[in-house]
């Protein structure tokens, strides 16, 4: 049997061909599928009967299984979805007025092992299809009851070493016959793979980039991602100022400030000195701990003071409030477990 949800649009085209029926039938068999959320041919009600059980001898529809959910106070959602081959990931639902976001994985697990992340600890088991990235947002959108509005790819995994199926999962989301999610409401965060970033630059739509930084040198950068020996500080920043130059957009850089180690006034002036001209804005994100992990937070008074010291040469720096953190469900938080 074929799964029908792992069919593009193009694909389908393709299948509807060869079957011999209308064109217009792959624009409604895809709207079944994305828009309405159908997981049974059954219900593709303007389908004749004899094209549905022909449909029905070949093909399904698979869908991501609901494991678990957890609700933290401040409303953030974590779903555990189980995969056709068993495996899981984590998606999350942020609310925040009139914004709902959606944080997706892209991976099982991660390669990369960085340590203020508890998907690192975990190892990479395989990457997701498009269809399994998109269908979090599709599933995410059914149990909350909502339409969303923004889809971050900051879940498990790196996006930019699974790139063509996320780039083909954007691509969906965004399509009109998909869940025409606008490409500006879409980010895609990576830690800096750098020949991906310049590929990244040819891609259409106006996706938003945001880059996981987390150092201002080689040595600390390295402590906390181990990624950074292949794409040193140097070679990153040079394909960041290419990316803003090509696309003439700003780029948002990400910053998990650990205590001790990336938080100290010497750390703001590198951070200032290395991202002075890139035209951008620096979310400053506490670290979140998750179980195993030394690494540790810092107080308020130095987040405060470290986001001080920036503004002078780097004007557009927030300060991101964590969010469903008693849950594991925030930033670095995801394991693919429910472990609270
Ligand atoms: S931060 Fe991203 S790249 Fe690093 S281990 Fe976690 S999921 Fe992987």
Redesign the pocket.
Known sequence: MINLKSFTFFQLKELIKELGWEEYRATQIFTWIWQKGINDIDQMTNLAKTKRELLKEKYYISQLKLAKTQKAKDSTQKFLFTLMDDENIESVYIPESSRKTVCVST?VG?????Q?????QIGFLRNLKFFEIADQVLQVQKLVGQKLSNVVF?????PFLNYEECLKAVELLNSDNGLNIGARKITV?T?GITDKIYQFTQFPLQVKLAI?LNGADDKTRNYL?P?TKKYPLKELIEAIRHYTKMKKKRITFEYVLVKGINDRAPDADKLRKLLIGIPCKINLIPFNPYPGCKLKQPTLTEIESFARSLYTGLPAVTIRKSKGSEILAGC?Q?SGKFTT
């Not at 991660?110 to 960085?114: I, K, M, Y």
């Open positions: 991976q991660c390669a990369l092992g960085c203020i992340c508890y998907t690192g900051m879940g498990m995994g790196e965060s830690v996981s991602m990624i670095g995801l």
